[in-house]
């Protein structure tokens, strides 16, 4: 047996962000089991093969350091696809060569679980890009409009994603799927599937976060509880807004501004310092909308000190994006020591310079108004200034 093995479990155990203890447990073994492999005092049994490989999305050649053609060619497809998917953030630049690509991969390569799961994805980015979405409020709640239903790219990507589950052994391709479809269903109208799909889940308190919290101690426990603090904030502040769009009559008054306040307020008081990593590009979305709501109640100036401190977060995440650290920290004192997990968010393009053209960032309710008015405001022009600087 080619003694790289347990180097390559170690990798692929490092690379998916999971412990010794985890892995264990999936595979019904000791975790001294699993430090035995690593160091390569011992071996899998033969029987623990196939589930090790399906566990990390590999074929049993690639446990082995000897990845075959066809698995490296997919992985090569994938990459250049990620490569341009880095540009089409809602807008349609690279989409058609994505589509080519994928189409042909899945030619050479049919059924493989991670080409379809790609394809799907982008011809749902490309519904959003090329035909958008259609949402509208009736009696004063926000629906999707039937018009969705004839989004071509939807349709098909649905297609997609139902077959991929109907036999994908991934559960990592199985999450992602299922809540993708899950958007899908609810933007075509088909939300009684949305939900059917949405019960069989396990609840909130059982997600990978806090099961990995659950299932460690000491200094590896403060980084996964870390890491699930900061997942669930960034989790309240989507929901949250979601919610506030949600009803008409929420923008009423002050209540919108009040929400977003507090929002920014929650990151603030769990990374007291100042130093927001990844969050950065968060906390700036946040701001973005919260100038259009202080414009909207006549707070002007306090608008325009939102868009600044927009821009500011948005540079601050441009200047990790630069950074040469490979494992960056969280510095304040409740999140000292908890990684930054660089290999989610390393490598993507800035949108500082399209700021101007991404506000307010969340479309609801319609802001063409707010927009034509505070574009003509001189301030705007400096502040679009220096965000394409």
């Not at 690639?62 to 089409?88: M, T």
């Not at 507090?262 to 310092?273: K, N, R, S, V, Y």
């Amino acid at each position: 047996m080619n003694i790289t093995i347990g180097e390559k479990i170690r990798e692929l155990r490092l690379g998916a962000g999971v412990t010794q203890t985890e892995l264990a447990e999936a595979l019904g073994v000791s975790p001294q089991a699993v430090s035995r492999w690593e160091n390569g005092t011992t071996y899998p049994d033969l029987e623990l093969l196939p589930p090790i490989a399906n566990y990390f999305g590999v074929t049993i050649d690639g446990l082995f350091g000897c990845e075959s053609g066809r698995e490296a060619k997919v992985a090569a497809i994938i990459a250049e696809a990620g490569s341009l998917a880095k540009y089409d953030n809602g807008v349609d630049v690279n989409i058609e060569k994505r589509l080519t690509l994928l189409r042909n991969g899945l030619v050479e390569f049919p059924k493989n679980e991670r080409l379809i799961y790609e394809l799907a994805s982008t011809l749902s980015n490309a519904g959003w890009a090329r035909l958008g979405e259609r949402i509208e409020y009736v009696g004063g709640f926000l629906v999707h409009s039937a018009d969705n239903c004839n989004n071509e790219y939807w349709q098909e990507a649905i297609k997609l994603y139902e077959a991929l589950l109907s036999e994908a052994k991934d559960p990592r391709l199985i999450g992602s799927a299922t809540y993708e479809l899950i958007l899908l269903y609810k933007n075509m109208g088909q939300s009684e599937k949305g939900i059917a799909l949405a019960e069989k889940a396990p609840p909130l308190c059982y997600g990978r976060e806090m099961l990995m919290e659950a299932a460690s101690d000491g200094e590896e426990r403060h980084e996964y509880l870390g890491r699930a603090v900061l997942r669930l904030a960034d989790l309240i502040a989507e929901t949250a807004v979601q919610l506030l769009m949600s009803k008409e009559s929420n923008f009423e008054g002050e209540l919108a501004i009040k929400t977003v306040s507090g929002i920014i307020a929650l990151f603030e008081t769990l990374i007291g310092d100042g130093n927001f990593g990844p969050y950065h590009q968060r906390i700036c979305d946040l701001y973005l909308y919260l100038s259009e709501h202080l414009w909207r109640a006549g707070r002007h100036d306090e608008a325009f000190e939102a868009l600044d401190k927009a821009l500011e977060h948005s540079k601050a995440i441009d200047r990790l994006l630069r950074d040469n650290d490979e494992d960056p920290k969280y510095t304040s004192k409740l999140l000292d020591g908890v990684s930054m997990e660089k290999e989610l968010w390393a490598g993507r393009p800035s949108y500082t310079s399209r700021l101007p053209e991404d506000w307010p960032m969340w479309m609801k309710p319609d802001f063409d108004d707010v927009k034509g008015e505070m574009t003509k405001d001189p301030r705007w022009q400096d502040w679009a200034r220096r965000a394409r600087e």
